[in-house]
């Protein structure tokens, strides 16, 4: 309770007034639910005593139908205040939590999966919404009415009966409090099973191609169903004690009945109560039963609250490692990029995949860097983009460490086209636009013009208006390569890095490509990273990067006269063409 409060504190202090209202409201509702109980006692007392006058039945009548109407009234109010108040809480929650995610480094996102990302933001952050707007209604309300409950029936119809039927009611709760505690234990478990699930559906959907084409669709379900499987099982635990202790909850609250029965018809033959006030009495021993069990189930939403709020804590109080620093410098240009022995390894990698590596990079040369698969070309040029913090060694951005920059400006250098392209559910030219919003249409037609997209778009019903599927799937792999170069393009970057970016398109369309790019990107600085040599063929200088290290350095003249793997590849490539 506690927890819940210290973590949305900051959102009732903001809305107080409205939760004073609520709170005002909810003590009037629970006054005005015992009245029609009430009132009807007092009726059957007068009508057993021959008192009823045509004005007492007036006004008996009248309370009858003014107590639904103001209660549907309060009800109305008190609802439509607190569903407003849920929607807030849950979107400040949420948007603090995408605010937060969008900060976080490439550490960070090898730490957590997607789906447990997903789960903590949709099912963990609705249990906290439930428990802070629906805490007060189950507290305030349920615990006033009890209150006043007990209260009106000892004060004004008899406090030995009050006494003896609410007696039987601890037992009760003690079972309601049994069943609760073992829930508690299978709920954090049901958490993380339910996170494996939502990873392994997301997954199924984004490969479900590759999937079909494997006719592995019989094993995936399998795997699917485990999973769903897993999660049953798990919420099963949870509800077995509920089936087991909640029927023995109603056979205890039945002796109460009893017991008010029992006693009460016994007073009334003492003359000590009225039939009318055992009537009322009988009534607010069944009024008690949804209160009383709303209690119980508080104390469930209070522990699966407890519940989330550490796991979207454990999310929100992670730190990135690679941040800001107070006195980060601005920078917008630069004139040379060194990496003086610089090595590389994974958060969670033992061994490092760049090792001492030494290269200078200056404004407007074209880099070239090749080596066979998996020897670190992408890890070595992503460490301009900030991702992960170097292991050893130091990258200097004109005489100064990368890390004392801001990441942003460091970031906004470079324009960067992976080599798996991420196209958005946008049009063509939002896609494009992702690189620089505000770019004049002239730039956005130049950038599809150097990508050389622009024969692609006669095909295109709608131009650079048309809709692109569901991540790209409506186009072609050199289609999408373009589009992502046409991406980075618009951003007029002082570093634009192709990450084996051109793999997919023919060699005219590359030819025209690198031709564009030695004339409208003079004096900017491109990396190219590439399998064909022909892409990086008139580079300033190449490096060939071999399990990590670089191996040989050079302009492509200079490397194919040396003894080497640039060499053999080379030979290798051209007889194969
Ligand atoms: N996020 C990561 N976490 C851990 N290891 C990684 C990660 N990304 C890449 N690696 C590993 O680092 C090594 C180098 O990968 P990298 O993608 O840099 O090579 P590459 O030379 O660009 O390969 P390719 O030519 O096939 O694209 C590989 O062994 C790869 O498994």
Redesign the pocket.
Known sequence: MKKIISHIGWFIKVEWKQYTIMFILLIGISIISLAPAKVLGEAIDIIVSSQLTRQNFIWLFGLLLLIPVLRYLMSFLYNFMVTKEAQKLAYQLRSNYLKHLFKMD?KFY?MYEKGDLISRVTSDLDSITQAATSLLEGIIFNVGLIIFAIAVMGMTISWKLTIISITIMPIGITILNIIRNKKRKYIKIHREIYADMTEKVLENVEGQKTIRAYVQEENDLKRQYDAINKDIESWRYIVKYENWFTPMFEVIYGIAYILAFSFGTFYIMQQEMTLGGLITFVAYIGQLYGPITSISGIFTQINNAHISIDRFEQVMNEKPEVHDEIDSKAIIDFNVIEFKDVTFK?P??KQP?IKNIDITIKKGQTIGIV?P????????IRQLLREFNVSEGTILVDNQPIQSYKIEDIRNLVGYVP?SHILFRRSFDENILIGKPNASSQMLDKAVKLADFEKDLMFLHDGLHTMVGESGVSLSGGQKQRLSIARALIKEPAILILD?SLSAVDAKTEDNIINHLKEFRKGKTNII?A?RFSAIHDADIILV?ESGRITQRGTHQELIRQEGWYKTQFIEQMTMR
């Open positions: 490439s090898e994974y969670f990698d995949v080596g698969t998996g020897a670190g070309k992408s890890t070595l080599q084996d990273i399998h990067l």
